[in-house]
């Protein structure tokens, strides 16, 4: 399963940029084909984020890479507190 969100990782990156790039350099008077395009590099877009996260989230759950010094809750640092 991680092998295949890798994949689609890297499918939906590159989706994302090819079509950004028609949707770029694509005339203003072919406006339906410039929707299209922009259509497909956002749902590029989306689910290249979507598996980027889900392989971050898997490497550090599998011990593959450490976790985030990220908080998920406030905590009051040392020295801050009034």
Known sequence: MTKLIAVLNVVAWAGFWSFGY?????????????????????????????????????SEATGYARGSNSRTRFDADEGLDV
Do not use: N, Q, Y
């Not at 259509?39 to 689910?47: F, N």
């Open 22 to 58: 028609l949707a770029v350099t694509t005339p203003p008077s072919d406006g339906s084909r410039m929707v299209g395009a922009v259509v497909i590099a956002a749902l590029g877009a989306a689910l290249g984020i979507w598996a980027w996260f889900w392989i971050v989230r898997h």
